[in-house]
């Protein structure tokens, strides 16, 4: 059974910066393509950030040059380093394994003043 835990949410003033971090339960993590994905209140769930195997990356238009996603197979870990925050950043954001179709419990992130 694969597990992903998000941890790092919280709240921050516009412009700050947090750092999530997904910690996965994979004896194969280096294999897999992650991702990041959002969901704000009333919203559907979009697609954030992405890194394949080989790490290679992509985001969608609104947090590129903000967002970083990383990932350190040795930990099975994968990371979303956010700057430059903004209100309509705020959602729950959640780790997802593509292959196999895993979810986190998703961790809140709240950019307000």
């Known amino acids: 059974q694969v597990q992903l835990v998000e941890s790092g949410g919280g709240w921050v003033q516009p412009g700050g910066s947090l750092r999530l971090t997904c910690a996965a339960t994979s004896s194969v993590f280096s294999n897999y393509v992650m991702e990041w994905y959002r969901q704000a209140p009333g919203k559907q769930r979009e697609f954030v950030a992405a890194i394949t195997s080989g790490g290679r990356t992509s985001y969608t238009d609104s947090v590129k040059g903000r967002f970083t996603i990383s990932r350190d197979n040795a930990k099975n870990t994968v990371y979303l380093q956010m700057n430059s925050l903004k209100p309509e950043d705020t959602a729950v954001y959640y780790c997802?394994?593509?292959?196999?179709?895993?979810w986190g419990q998703g961790t809140q992130v709240t950019v307000s003043s």
């Open positions: 997802h394994r593509l292959i196999g179709n895993y």
